[in-house]
Nanobody, 123 residues
Framework: QVQLVESGGGLVQVGDSLRLSCATS????????MGWFRQAPGKEREFVAA????????AYADSVKGRFAISRDNAQKLVYLQMNSLKPEDTAVYYC????????????????WGQGTQVTVSA
């Protein structure tokens, strides 16, 4: 198990950028694939982005492809989600998650979750 704490959320306007961070604890961070998910009010949690253990592979939901970028710093045990050209439909609570499996995108494959950080995009 790895402990995860997200930060960086906030209230922004359409077209703005925001960078979320996920701080982790544990000595085996580099053995986990990492992901970002989001959940809007009244909707199910959905996949946003994932990154492999080394950072060499990434995956994105179609809705964020070309606007969001996931990255990681294994030395600092951090995961980032750079969000550009934000839209009102990006408003949600964003969660960081860790999985011992390789490059998974299903929420059920992630065993560790953070508490979430709110992102609100105002039109």
């Amino acid at each position: 198990q790895v402990q995860l704490v997200e930060s960086g959320g906030g209230l922004v306007q359409v077209g703005d950028s925001l960078r979320l961070s996920c701080a982790t604890s544990g000595r085996t961070f580099s053995s986990y694939s990492m992901g970002w998910f989001r959940q809007a009010p009244g909707k199910e949690r959905e996949f946003v982005a994932a990154i492999s253990r080394t950072g060499g592979s990434t995956a994105y939901a179609d809705s964020v492809k070309g606007r969001f970028a996931i990255s990681r710093d294994n030395a600092q045990k951090l995961v980032y989600l750079q969000m550009n050209s934000l839209k009102p439909e990006d408003t949600a609570v964003y969660y960081c998650a860790a999985s011992p499996l390789y490059m998974v995108t299903r929420a059920a494959d992630f065993g560790s979750w953070g508490q979430g950080t709110q992102v609100t995009v105002s039109a």
